[in-house]
Nanobody, 125 residues
Framework: VQLQASGGGPVQAGGSLRLSCAASGRTFSNYVMGWFRQIPGKEREFVAALKRAGGYPSYSDPVKGRFTISRDNAKNMAFLQMNSLKPEDTAVYYC???????????????????WGQGTQVTVSS
């Protein structure tokens, strides 16, 4: 699976962005899709994950209630709708895909075998 993330950019606090992740491969629906983010000098942290379209999503506490993960298996796409953005959301955002990830491991970097190149999100106050 090859992943291509896009949709990042500058935005003011309180604004919204929608990140997209385009995936190659015919078995996209079989993969768990996740979003992570990383600030320079810090470890990559979990943001959100979704096992299947219409499934129950998982979110990290800092983004819960503001971000929404979704996927369109027919288009091999995953999305991260980010609302009420805060300066502390500034980071490089990565989409990731993994197969057979159990719920307790959804937030683990090592559970995902495939990663996109990242897209920068910069939130100004």
């Amino acid at each position: 699976v090859q992943l291509q993330a896009s949709g990042g950019g500058p935005v003011q606090a309180g604004g919204s962005l929608r990140l997209s992740c385009a995936a190659s491969g015919r078995t996209f629906s079989n993969y768990v899709m996740g979003w992570f983010r990383q600030i320079p000098g810090k470890e990559r942290e979990f943001v959100a994950a979704l096992k299947r379209a219409g499934g129950y999503p998982s979110y990290s506490d800092p983004v819960k209630g503001r971000f929404t993960i979704s996927r369109d298996n027919a288009k091999n796409m995953a999305f991260l709708q980010m609302n009420s953005l805060k300066p502390e959301d500034t980071a490089v955002y990565y989409c990731a895909a993994g197969y057979g990830i159990i719920t307790s491991n959804l937030g683990s970097n090592s559970a995902y075998a495939y990663w996109g190149q990242g897209t920068q999100v910069t939130v100004s106050s």
